[in-house]
């Protein structure tokens, strides 16, 4: 497994931009698809976005594409969460973790929470109206 800590999150006003960052240890970053995923109070903690191996392939819940990029550099062992147009409910403790499950079109391994075997401790974003 990959140890994850992320970092970068914060309370910012609707409409900016934050950047999240995920930075991985060990020497086999770059062999696991990486997701985003986030929780708001009282809710399930849901899919965001993720990245294959490569960075080749990427994915993105519907209320979020356009808004949000997803990137990583495997050089840094480091994955992105790049936000802007942030609204009110973005606000929520968002996650990386990694997978081994390589992309499919159907998007439907990353999607599932229960196929990311390392989590990183969270980090929270809040968004002011």
């Known amino acids: 497994q990959v140890q994850l800590v992320e970092s970068g999150g914060g309370l910012v006003q609707a409409g900016d931009s934050l950047r999240l960052s995920c930075a991985a240890s060990?020497?086999?970053?770059?062999?696991?698809?990486m997701g985003w995923f986030r929780q708001a109070p009282g809710k399930e903690r849901e899919f965001v976005a993720a990245?294959?191996?490569?960075?080749?392939?990427?994915l993105y819940t519907d209320s979020v594409k356009g808004r949000f990029t997803v990137s990583r550099d495997n050089a840094k062992n480091t994955v992105y969460l790049q936000m802007n147009s942030l609204k009110p409910e973005d606000t929520a403790l968002y996650f990386c973790?990694?997978?081994?499950?390589?992309?499919?079109?159907?998007?439907?391994?990353?999607?599932?929470?229960?196929?990311?075997?390392?989590w990183g401790q969270g980090n929270q974003v809040t968004v002011s109206s």
């Open positions: 060990g020497r086999t970053f770059s062999s696991y698809a």
């Open positions: 973790a990694a997978t081994n499950q390589p992309y499919r079109a159907s998007g439907s391994a990353w999607t599932d929470r229960s196929n990311f075997g390392s």
């Open positions: 990245i294959s191996r490569s960075g080749t392939y990427t």
